[in-house]
């Protein structure tokens, strides 16, 4: 088992992991998420005695990485597949490796099969392409055996059967009762390889929970719903009518870039007999989940640390003056309108982590500002 207690990491002035506490338990794989530069990648060099925390600890199976004996046969690692000496050949490369280690050199034929290296293994290294530097950094790991692994990225760069391949390695080494450690920016891949995840942003934990309880909690049902074009029977705008009968009634409604209404808290049937009673046509009613990967997208996107602007295309064109319909506003300001779409609480379980940015927040006061996460 890996285990952090208040894990922390400064580079000068700019805090990269921040009091991060978790445990990643044999048997599993343990997806570890988190935007670019929001410290997982610092948090598993602190996790192999590559970086010393600033303060808090990390423990594999008890004991700080350096005072593991033998640790490389029993922990092992894919940080940076580029690591490479480009001018040594693949085999050359993992039996330099298991030498260090006093790992037999059959081995090393045996992890080339497995990563399916085996008929580049007499090739250059500098001649890999950007999967065969993973697959070879995969089967560095895997030289010892080791009970506990940890992959930073390991599907950068393939293909999607080498994808495919990666998830099932992972699932294979976790049932064989091994700790399997793995950090991605992917939630869709991740969703589909870990049983547990391990959120972060900006250094901070932001959810720990199995992958199922997170889908739960994060993927919440609404309703697309899309007025006719024109005007509804009284003469009145049929989107901006159907919004306020909608909101009237104890919906939630959001504009959808589409032009399409996206409402929660009203059941299909209840929303198609108010546009009847509205007098608004129907263009479009069904049912909808909110994808994980949004779900993800909202919880980290106040932790994210790089975001592109806009191209001006140095003022080549004239922005459109945005109009906000009443009704948009009234939907969309209150605290439960954004807490109840992008984190659903478990019925009676109260909100399973913070929102950083969410409205819910912003509503809360200075308590949980963005501010405060950086
Ligand atoms: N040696 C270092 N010196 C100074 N700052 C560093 C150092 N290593 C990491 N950082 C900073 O710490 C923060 C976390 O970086 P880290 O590489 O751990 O993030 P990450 O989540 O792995 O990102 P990515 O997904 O892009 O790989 C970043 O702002 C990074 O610039």
């Known amino acids: 088992m890996i285990e952090a207690v208040g894990l922390t990491k400064r580079f000068g002035a700019k805090t990269a992991v921040d009091q991060l506490s978790f445990q990643v338990k044999p048997g599993h794989v343990t997806g570890f998420l988190g935007p670019n530069g929001s410290g997982k990648s610092t948090t598993m060099r602190m996790v192999l005695g590559l970086d010393r925390p600033t303060s808090g600890r990390v423990t594999i199976n008890g004991l700080p990485f350096r005072e593991l004996p033998n640790a490389q046969r029993h922990v092992g690692a894919l940080l940076d597949a580029k690591a490479v000496h480009g001018g040594r050949r693949a085999r050359t490369h993992l039996l330099s490796i298991a030498q260090l280690s006093g790992i037999p050199e059959k081995r090393v034929d045996e992890v080339l099969g497995v990563v399916g290296l085996q008929d580049a293994a007499r090739q250059r290294t500098k001649g890999f392409s950007l999967g065969m530097g993973q697959r070879l950094g995969i089967a560095a790991a895997l030289l010892g055996d080791p009970q506990v692994l940890l992959f930073d990225e390991p599907v950068n760069g393939l293909d999607p059967e080498g994808i495919l391949w990666v998830r099932n390695l992972m699932r294979k080494l976790a049932s064989e009762g091994r700790t399997v450690f793995v950090s991605s920016h992917l939630m869709s891949e991740m969703a589909l390889t870990a049983d547990h995840l391990i959120v972060i942003g900006r250094g901070r934990l932001l959810a720990d929970m199995s992958t199922q309880d997170f889908i739960t909690h994060n993927s919440a049902g609404f309703a697309r719903v899309r007025a006719a074009a024109g005007p509804a029977a009284d003469g009145s705008d049929g989107k901006t ?7 009237r009634a104890g919906g939630r409604v959001l504009q959808e870039p589409d032009g399409a209404l996206r409402v929660t808290g009203l059941e299909l049937p209840r929303v198609s007999d108010l546009a009847h009673e509205a007098g608004v046509r129907l263009w479009e009613l069904s049912p909808h989940r909110a994808s994980l990967e ?41 605290a439960e309108t954004a807490a109840s779409f992008f984190a659903p609480p478990p019925p009676g379980s109260g909100r399973p982590f913070l929102m950083p940015g969410s409205a819910a927040d912003l509503a809360r006061g200075s308590e949980n500002t963005p501010e405060e996460h950086r």
């Open 294 to 334: 949004e779900a993800y997208m909202r919880m980290t996107q106040s932790s994210v640390e790089y975001t592109s602007t806009e191209d001006p295309r140095a003022e080549l064109w004239e922005p459109e003056p945005l109009t906000v319909p009443e009704w948009e506003e009234e939907a969309a300001v209150t």
């Open 241 to 247: 009518s159907l919004a306020t009968a909608l909101t």
